[in-house]
């Protein structure tokens, strides 16, 4: 069963300051990953998709990268606002699995 | 509005009774996912359809869920003879999928489920 661990699982930074989100996967054979954002309460708003010929995209603030041979991504988000604050989830599709598997999340807090 | 939607929203409902969600996905999307997500937790998988096929169901899945996607456009989940450990939101996800592969998933807003 593939597992996905995010790490930290809540962070505070004050505004301005960069923030780093790590996802690990225990089974490196994955073909999409997706970066995803929720706000309490609601659904999920999709960030970023890497597939499978990709390594990284970028859009606006943020920046995701894949690294497939240890199973790892990362999120980064430049230059943090409080708008910023919600809970980042990471989810990949492996080969031959036809599920999305998620981690439990990232819980930030960006403090003006 | 072209996302994916769901209703209800909110449900509240006293435990034994029956529920159902709808799902309306993104119109040219022939996948469609159901997931559930308790505080503090990722999305769970409970079930996927390709078009109007149910390809695949999570164990999750007790006897008391049933989902359909009749003519392969949009999809209900039902509980029946709901438990206080059903409470939960239950979100709607669609892409374009192939065989073995499957495009950017979006999500709807969720159906809340709380259950007396």
């Known amino acids: 069963k593939q597992e996905v661990t995010q790490i930290p699982a809540a962070l505070s930074v004050p505004e301005g300051e960069n923030l780093v989100l790590n996802c690990s996967f225990t089974?490196?054979?994955?073909?999409?990953l997706q970066w995803f954002r929720q706000d309490p309460g609601k659904g999920l708003t999709s960030l970023l998709l890497?597939?499978?010929?990709?390594r990284e995209q970028t859009s606006g603030r943020l920046n995701a990268s894949l690294d497939k041979s240890s199973g790892r991504s990362t999120l980064y988000i430049a230059a943090s606002q409080p708008g910023d604050s919600a809970t980042y989830l990471c989810?990949?599709?492996?080969?031959?699995?036809?599920?999305?598997?998620f981690g439990k999340g990232n819980q930030v807090v960006v403090i003006p | 509005d072209t996302g994916v939607s769901q209703d209800p929203r909110h449900k509240i409902t006293k435990r034994g009774q029956n529920v159902t969600f709808r799902c309306d996905p993104i119109?040219?999307?022939?996948?469609l996912y159901w997931y559930r997500q308790t505080l503090g937790q990722g999305p769970e998988f409970l079930t996927y359809?390709?078009?109007?096929?149910?390809?695949?169901k999570s164990r999750l899945l007790s006897d008391r869920f049933s989902a359909e996607r009749p003519k392969g456009s949009f999809s209900t989940l039902e509980i029946q003879r709901t438990e206080q450990g059903d409470s939960a939101m239950y979100l709607c996800?669609?892409?374009?999928?192939?065989?073995?592969?499957?495009?950017?998933?979006?999500f709807g807003e969720g159906s809340r489920l709380t259950v007396l």
């Open positions: 996800a669609s892409t374009i999928g192939g065989q073995e592969v499957a495009g950017e998933l979006f």
């Open positions: 089974d490196s054979a994955i073909y999409n």
């Open positions: 890497i597939q499978s010929s990709q």
């Open positions: 989810a990949g599709f492996l080969y031959g699995n036809n599920r999305l598997a």
């Open positions: 119109s040219e999307h022939n996948r």
């Open positions: 359809f390709q078009n109007e096929a149910q390809l695949e």
